[in-house]
């Protein structure tokens, strides 16, 4: 039997087979993944083969190729990893103007962690009530930065359920994992989103986790027949990324096609001579917004605020 990985709680999954059952599915002890070195061999989102026993639970047996998946590192391991999500479609980052005020630097450092991990990215703007008075705040803050980059971007406000449409449409037929700081209505929005969940709003438990090393798991939502949300505990170690210095233009996607215009082929684009990166800063081609967070990513500067 074929199925796909909600939720995982350690040693328990449960595993939603095609005639929308869910089972609660354990790993057989030789299970083993060729590609990678993880500390939980199941994750949220893998497609998985079930063997029914007699009891109701189902033991995981085989586990398919996966398009991508997102990993933390752990601490004492250093080979080892967490697996935190796989075969994932979209990854949503919802960010606020006000109110929390998210930068541009967090920001470039999700989209720098999902380019990463071959993930296409979408900006969801929300509280967009707050700013009803500055109607050009977020476009020229932020739109007129991403837009013309291709990330798809959605202004919306959770609140009075404004222009929450496109964004409803976006994410149809696909895995989408959301992500964002405490504080910008993520929760509130994955309740529109799906109106059945009732995940807390506000609640205070989350900023009682912060800083802990506590073991937190995704958990995949079914928005409806072919979509699910992944909610993420933990955005932190997801934008938690030790880059090598000389990949990270790989993930500024306008930067990318032009590091072989370099003189030097292991150009980091800041004090180089004859760098097209910096010449496209110059000449207007690269925001300089997003230059100087390439810069700060270089320079491992704190990027959680
Ligand atoms: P989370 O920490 O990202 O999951 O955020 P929550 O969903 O808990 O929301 C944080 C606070 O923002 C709550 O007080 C929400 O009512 C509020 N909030 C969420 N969406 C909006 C919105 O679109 N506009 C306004 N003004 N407040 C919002
Ligand atoms: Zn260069």
Not at 84 to 104: C, E, Q, R
Request: net charge neutral; charged share 25%; with cysteine.
């Amino acid at each position: 039997m074929k199925g796909i990985v909600l939720k995982s709680t350690g040693s328990w999954f449960e595993v939603m087979t095609d005639d929308k059952t869910v089972i609660s599915s354990r790993v057989r002890g030789q299970l083993r993944l060729r590609d990678i070195v993880s500390t939980n061999p199941v994750a949220v989102g893998d497609h998985v083969t079930l063997l029914m026993q007699e009891d109701g639970t189902g033991t995981i047996v085989e586990i398919d190729p996966r398009k991508n998946y997102i990993i933390r590192k752990s601490i004492k391991l250093s080979k080892q990893t967490q697996i935190l999500a796989t075969n994932i479609d979209l990854a949503v980052l919802v960010v606020t103007p006000i109110v929390p005020k998210t930068s541009t630097g967090f920001i470039d450092r999700f989209i720098a962690a999902a380019e990463s991990f071959h993930i296409p990215v979408a900006l969801v703007f929300n509280k967009m009530d707050l700013l009803a008075d500055s109607p050009d705040y977020v476009k020229d803050n932020y739109l007129d930065i991403y837009e013309p980059l291709g990330y798809p971007c959605f202004c919306i406000s959770t609140l009075k359920n404004e222009n929450t449409e496109p964004l409803k449409e976006f994410i149809k037929d696909k895995i989408s994992l959301f992500s964002g700081h405490s504080g910008v209505g993520k929760s509130s929005l994955i309740n529109l989103l799906c109106p059945n969940l009732n995940l807390k709003v506000g609640s205070i438990s989350k900023t009682h986790l912060k800083g802990k090393h506590t073991t937190t798991f995704a958990e995949m939502h079914a928005y409806d027949e072919n979509s699910f949300l992944i909610d993420t505990p933990g955005i932190r170690e997801f934008v938690n990324i030790d880059f090598n210095q000389s990949e990270i233009s790989h993930y500024f996607k306008e930067m990318l096609p032009l590091i072989n215009n370099c003189q030097f082929n292991n150009c980091l684009h800041e004090n180089e001579k004859n760098c097209a990166v910096k010449e496209a800063v110059e000449s207007g081609k690269i925001h300089p917004m997003r230059y100087y967070n390439y810069l700060s990513i270089l320079h491992n500067e704190d990027f959680f605020k």
